[in-house]
């Protein structure tokens, strides 16, 4: 059974206290509402399409999708998929980069540095779909994850060893790695603070750059601009915190140094499409029903 959109989310990904990965079930029938927006998220990201119609935009530029493919997008790379009207399924696994530094995965880890849109030979596609399924209902079941974890490192493997890259650019893939690195300081700054309170004109100095200059790289990484992103950063985290604790909304909202609750509202509605005690509930009766 498809899991219904009030039930799934791809961003942000909410991983529960005690949990190491995120598998879930999402699909749409014909002519059901969906819509994506460029973005981007905090933790690695891989999308396994059951049925799909539409293209893959990404940092190498845009990609025609198939049903079995396969999309992996690495922590902070911005992507968007502009999907058609036909019915459309796929499992989506979140989970930290950390895990690519464990010993079961560490062979893994060079294979999957930037964004990238795979697809398998017809006799293998069966097979990994299957793998992730297990992952799937394994997640649902056991409450430590060790089996989805080394069903997703099987997953990984056979990609690594069956799966074709497409459109690989890699002077483009390079030019972005290299743009990275320039705005690294700051971006570390964002990885461990829920709220940053950091003008532009800071943000350019911690880089050693001018403040034009940083703002055209980081909206060329992003597809946002500096002010936009530190928004979205604080939305990010926002909803994350409303997923795993009980603060109350008043409280959160000048934890993240939103002027007042109502701005916070607001902005979070904006982003998200609910406001976020709406957003705290379904989050809960999400994993109830899990836990079931």
């Keep these: 059974m498809n899991t219904s959109k009030s039930d799934a989310y791809c961003e942000p990904c909410c991983i529960k206290d005690g949990h190491e ?30 049925q799909v119609e539409g293209v893959f935009h990404y940092h190498q530029g845009e990609t025609t999708l198939e049903p079995f493919d396969v999309v992996y997008t690495p922590a902070m790379e911005s992507h968007d998929f502009d999907l058609t009207e036909q ?31 795979l697809r398998l030979p017809p006799e293998f596609q069966g097979q990994l779909l299957q793998i992730i399924r297990w992952a799937h209902e394994s997640f649902k079941t056991d409450k430590y994850h060790a089996k989805s974890i080394a069903l997703l490192n099987l997953a990984l493997v056979m990609l690594k060893e069956h799966g074709k890259v497409l459109n690989v650019q890699v002077p483009r893939i390079l030019s972005s790695k290299l743009l990275s690195a320039k705005i690294q300081p700051v971006m570390e700054i964002f990885r461990k603070q829920t709220s940053v309170i950091l003008s532009l004109e800071d943000a350019a100095k911690k880089c050693h750059l001018s403040p034009s200059y940083f703002s055209r790289v980081f909206k060329s990484i992003f597809c946002f601009s500096y002010s936009e992103y530190v928004v979205r950063h604080r939305l990010y985290h926002a909803a994350r915190m409303l997923g795993q604790s009980r603060v109350s909304i008043t409280q959160l909202s000048y934890d993240l140094n939103f002027s007042n609750p109502s701005h916070f509202i607001a902005q979070f509605k904006k982003q998200y499409g609910c406001t976020p005690n709406r957003y705290r509930k379904a989050i809960i009766a999400k994993y109830n029903k899990q836990e079931a």
């Design 21 to 50: 990965i995120e598998i879930h079930h999402v699909g749409y029938i014909d002519n059901e509402d969906y819509h994506c927006e460029m973005h981007f998220h905090e933790v690695q990201e891989l999308i396994f399409f059951e």
């Design 87 to 117: 019915a459309k399924s796929w499992y989506i696994v979140q989970f930290p980069k950390v895990l690519f530094e464990t010993h079961q995965f560490e062979a893994l880890s060079s294979l999957f540095e930037v964004g990238m849109h």
